[in-house]
């Protein structure tokens, strides 16, 4: 018998079952060698995994399981020693890569659990992240609402359509079922249903305002979810169905005023409105949070645009009053210039037809001097001219009052002897008092300058007021007049906290009191003087007067810079009248003195002009007589006219001169005056111009001298006026204005 290299089985086999064996061993090597095709595959496809020589290892661990397994499969029969070699070198390498790989597995189990921590980390990161986008859409989405809700609240200025467009609006965009507004009362004790989404209440209602509900709403600036039997929340009819979830939030009434609404109040005890909000009834539906910040946000937006409404109907009103003030202030501004016109018309009437006779009287008196007089009658012929002139300085102040009173007056500047003014307003003043018995009394400081820089006439002005009110209202006594340079300690007075003296080299401050023994004023009634057409009570019942003077006066001395007031012990003690001006000083004594001395004549032998052909244009029949008289007292030869076209068709180039009147109605001056320069385009041919007025304003005066006029002469005119005139025209061919 042949010898065999086999291990004989211990116990016999069934056949069966070895076969299943052989087959699950050939399934489970097929299975084994697949395994690391797939992770080879694996391992190709994947660039992150970092294991990738532990799956080198796991791999030869499993083929050499399936190698184990598939050499097993020798084994059901007979064989040899060499299988068996195979299969026990088999299990020792597969027993060999098992257990490296299992120690490996203890180390790498760790990084595995950490990635799965960092995984569930993520995930809960991204869980995170996704609520918060969720949120962000939701304030998105309530942001949106909030815009589109303030833009139609604040589409419109009016109070009671904001309310219904906040309610409207609301229960689109939150799709409710009832949304309602309730108001304060005037008595601001209950709370009334102002307004209704679905309009299924009586607007009207009325509930307590200290209800605990209420209260909790208006104690906090939140929306406060409130009971759906709460007497507020009664909005909606009882039904089978569960009502849903109201809320509650409060709105700030910044003004009420003038604000009503069913009742409301003009200004509401209570700064808060309150709105109520009502979910759809049996709906699983609730509030959410952005929701109820949505609310919150619309009551805010809410109280803004009902402030800026009442603020707009504040300036409406404030606009409508200011419009009619100034309709108001428009018709007395045409009123008031209506009068100012009416009254210039006046003035302009009253002040042509007052020089006229006064041009009669300065004119003929004047002729009267330059006759045979005894002296007495050339003393009463030169007091009436003086009388007269002075007479004819107020008439240009009176009638001209709107000067004064609109500031447009200006002074008349010039040197002038300021002694010999007080003289003669005390010659001028001296035969009234005569005539009452009063004495008179003149005391100049040593100090005053014999000469000053002023305007003459306005100062004589005010001197003849003071001291002609202090004749007026003496009865016995007399009156003292002291004249002399205020010192600069004396210059403020405490009664003028207006008037601020300012010394200068060139400058000093004439100060003049004059004190009378007369009845005196209650200290009382000195303001009131000094405004126009107002007399003292006390005084009234013994003199008469315009009470004009002392306000002309006040004006006077206003512009020359000073100050006057009154002084008085009371009734039956006197009075004392000071004021202070502002006067320039001259450079030198002996060059001021010759400003004062008569001028000569050009020519001594032109006193009178003998032929010299004269033209008078004056459609008044005395002023035209009375003008011829004086030119042919001074020799001229005369020829009158009463209209511009005959004095157009009459003068000729034998005329020197044309004395026109410029306040003939209908007849345009410009006009004539042009039309004479165009009939003598020689310049030697043509006659002087000179215009006769009564108009003391600057303006008309310039243009009459713009037409080509030679001269201006302000009415009444003397025979000492009309020689000079004709001789500055004769020597010079131009004429500046003449007072």
């Known amino acids: 018998m042949e010898s065999c290299n086999c291990i004989e089985p211990q116990f016999p086999a069934d056949e069966l079952l070895m076969r299943y064996q052989y087959i699950s061993d050939f399934f489970i090597a097929l299975a084994y060698f697949s395994i690391p095709l797939e992770l080879i595959y694996f391992v190709k496809k994947s660039a992150v995994f970092p294991y990738r020589w532990v799956l080198v290892q796991f791999g030869a661990f499993i083929v050499l399981c399936g190698a184990t397994h598939l050499i097993n499969l020798w084994t059901f029969t007979m064989h040899s ?129 200290q209800l605990p509900v209420i209260n909790q709403v208006f104690s906090t600036n939140r929306v406060v979810k409130i009971s759906p039997t709460s007497p507020v929340a009664r909005l909606r009819p009882s039904g089978k169905y569960m009502p849903g979830e109201v809320v509650a939030v409060r709105v700030p009434l910044l003004h009420l005023s003038n604000f009503q609404i069913n009742d409301w109040p003009e200004l509401s005890t209570k700064r808060y409105a309150l709105m109520v909000l009502m979910l759809p009834s049996d709906s699983a539906r609730q509030w959410h949070v952005h929701e109820l910040e949505l609310v919150e946000v619309v009551a805010d937006q809410v109280a803004v645009a009902l402030s800026h409404a009442a603020i707009l109907e504040e300036s409406m009103r404030a606009r409508d009053l200011l419009m009619e003030q100034n309709d108001a202030l428009d018709r007395a501004r045409r009123e008031a210039e209506t009068a100012v016109r009416a009254r210039n018309d006046f003035l302009a009437v009253m002040n042509h037809e007052m020089r006229t006779p006064m041009h009669a009287i300065i004119a003929l008196s004047s002729l009267l001097q330059e006759t045979e007089l005894t002296p007495e009658q050339r003393l009463m012929v030169e007091t009436i001219l003086k009388s007269s002139n002075l007479l004819a300085t107020l008439i240009n102040d009176v009638l001209d009052l709107s000067r004064l009173e609109d500031g447009s007056l200006q002074l008349d500047i010039g040197r002038f002897d300021l002694h010999g003014l ?49 004749v007026k209202f003496s009865r016995e006594g007399g009156i003292s007049i002291v004249a002399f340079v205020a010192k ?13 003296p300012v010394p200068s080299d060139n400058h000093f401050y004439l100060r003049v009191q004059v004190k009378d023994t007369g009845s005196g004023i209650s200290p009382q009634d000195i303001p009131k003087l000094f405004t126009k057409f107002a007399q003292s009570q006390s005084l009234t019942k013994n003199s008469c007067g315009s009470g004009l003077g002392l306000a002309i006066c006040k004006r006077f001395v206003n512009l020359m810079d000073g100050h006057i007031w009154l002084e008085s012990d009371g009734l039956g003690k006197g009075c004392t009248a000071i004021f202070m001006v502002k006067l320039g000083l001259c450079g030198h004594s002996n060059e001021a003195k010759l400003q004062f001395v008569s001028r000569p004549p050009a020519n001594p032998m032109l006193t009178n002009f003998p032929g010299l052909k004269v033209l008078v244009m004056d459609d008044n029949g005395v002023s035209r007589m009375v003008t011829k008289g004086l030119l042919v007292h001074l020799g001229c030869d005369v020829t009158t006219v009463s209209s511009g076209d005959e004095c157009l068709r009459v003068v ?88």
């Open 422 to 470: 007080f003289k003669e307003v005390l010659n001028l003043i001296q035969p009234i008092a005569s005539v009452k018995k009063l004495f008179l009394t003149l005391s100049l400081s040593s100090d005053l300058p014999e000469y000053a820089i002023g305007d003459e006439k306005r100062l004589m002005q005010i001197m003849l007021n003071v001291v002609g009110n202090a």
């Open 652 to 739: 000729s180039n034998e005329h020197k001169v044309v004395f026109m009147d410029v306040s003939v109605p209908g007849i345009d001056i410009y006009e004539v005056a042009v039309r004479i320069h165009e009939k003598f385009s020689k310049r030697r041919d043509r006659p002087l111009i000179v215009a006769l007025t009564g108009n003391t304003d600057r303006v008309t005066k310039e243009s009459w001298l713009r037409v080509g006029m030679d001269g201006v002469i302000l009415k009444p005119v003397s025979v000492d006026k009309m020689r000079s005139v004709l001789s500055e025209l004769l020597d010079h061919r131009v004429l500046l204005e003449v007072q």
């Open 81 to 209: 020693r060499t299988v068996a070699v195979v299969m026990t070198a088999a299990k020792v390498l597969t027993a060999a890569v098992s257990c490296a790989t299992a120690l490996m597995l203890v180390h790498i189990i760790p990084d595995l659990l950490s990635v799965k921590t960092r995984e569930l980390f993520l995930k809960n990161k991204a869980a995170e992240l996704d609520r918060e986008m969720g949120l962000i859409r939701t304030q998105e989405e309530t942001g949106r609402h909030v815009r589109m809700l303030t833009h139609e609240i604040r589409s419109t200025l009016d109070r009671h359509t904001i309310l219904r467009t906040t309610l409207i609006e609301l229960g689109r965009t939150l799709a409710l079922e009832e949304c309602a507004l309730w108001m304060p009362t005037r008595s601001g004790v209950e709370l009334q249903l102002s307004y209704t989404l679905r309009h299924q209440n009586p607007v009207g209602f009325t509930v307590p305002i």
């Open 488 to 500: 600069s300690e004396s210059l403020r007075d405490p009664r003028a906290p207006d008037f601020f």
